[in-house]
C-alpha cells in the first residue's frame, strides 16, 4: 500500500482526483458569490445568510474539511511530481525546443501554482479567518455581516488587481489541468475528448471570469 501511495502514478492520480473535486468546489463557491451582485440591503442579508449556512451546516462543514485537505493535498502533490519531473527531465532538455513540445500552461503548472496558494492563504485570512474568529458586526436580519468586510475590501485597488492577477492564473491553470485530470484518470476517446478539451477551455474561461468580475463590480459601484 505504501509503495502504492509512494508511486509517481498514484501521484498523478490523486492529483488529478484531487483537482476535479476543486473544480466542482469552485463551481459551488461561485453561485453563492455572485449574490455580491445583488445590490442593497437584500444583497447583503442574502450573502450573509449564504456565509452563515456555510460556516454552521454539517454537511457543507464537512466538505469544507475535505475541500482544504483537497487544496493541501493537491498543492504538496503538485511540489513532489514538479520536483521529480524535473530531476527526471536530460540535461539536454533547454536545446529541444520545449515550447514546440508543449503549451505554456503545462510548463509553469508549478508557477502558477505557487501563485494561487498565495491567494488562497490571503484570501483566507481576509475573509474566512474574520468570519470565523473575529468580532463582526451583525445586519439588520441578526447575521454577521461579512458583507461588509467583503465589499470594504473590494475597495482596494490594490487588491482588486491581486484578485483579478490570481483569477488569471487560475485560469491558465484550469486550462491545461481541467482536460489533463481525465486523461490521467482514463477518460480518454477519440469521440469524447475533444467535447472534454472544449469543456476544460470554456471552464478555464467563465469561472475564473465570472470570479474576476465580483471585486471589479464592487469597486465600480461604491467608489
Known amino acids: 500500500m505504501s509503495g502504492l501511495i509512494k508511486s509517481s502514478l498514484a501521484k498523478k492520480y490523486w492529483m488529478a482526483a484531487t483537482g476535479l473535486f476543486l473544480c466542482l468546489f469552485l463551481v459551488g ?20 445568510e449564504y456565509a452563515k449556512f456555510m460556516t454552521t451546516n454539517p454537511i457543507v462543514r464537512v466538505l469544507s474539511i475535505v475541500t482544504f485537505a483537497s487544496v493541501l493535498f493537491h498543492v504538496i502533490d503538485g511540489i513532489i511530481l514538479t520536483v521529480a519531473n524535473k530531476k527526471a527531465r536530460p540535461q539536454n532538455y ?11 500552461t503545462s510548463r509553469n503548472m508549478g508557477v502558477l501554482g505557487t501563485i494561487i496558494l498565495a491567494f488562497i492563504i490571503t484570501h483566507l485570512s ?5 468570519m470565523k474568529f473575529g468580532s463582526l458586526p451583525v445586519d439588520s436580519a441578526g447575521y454577521t455581516d461579512l458583507h461588509g468586510v467583503v465589499m470594504e475590501a473590494f475597495q482596494s485597488p490594490i487588491y482588486v488587481i491581486i484578485y483579478v492577477v ?8 484550469l486550462w491545461h489541468g481541467f482536460s489533463s485530470a481525465f486523461k490521467t484518470m482514463g477518460v480518454s476517446h477519440k469521440s469524447y475528448t475533444p467535447l472534454i ?27
Do not use: C, R
Not at 29 to 48: D, M, S, T, Y
Not at 126 to 130: A, G, R, T
Not at 166 to 173: D, E, P, W, Y
Open 197 to 223: 478539451e472544449k469543456a476544460g477551455y470554456a471552464f478555464s474561461v467563465i469561472i475564473p471570469l465570472g470570479f474576476a468580475l465580483i471585486p471589479i463590480y464592487v469597486f465600480l459601484t461604491n467608489s
Open 29 to 48: 463557491h461561485l453561485a453563492g458569490n455572485l449574490q455580491l451582485f445583488i445590490p442593497g440591503e437584500e444583497g447583503k442579508i442574502q450573502f450573509n
Open 94 to 104: 533547454a536545446y529541444s525546443k520545449p515550447s514546440k513540445n508543449s503549451i505554456w
Open 166 to 173: 490570481s483569477m488569471v492564473a487560475i485560469g491558465f491553470h
Open 126 to 130: 481576509n475573509f474566512w479567518y474574520k
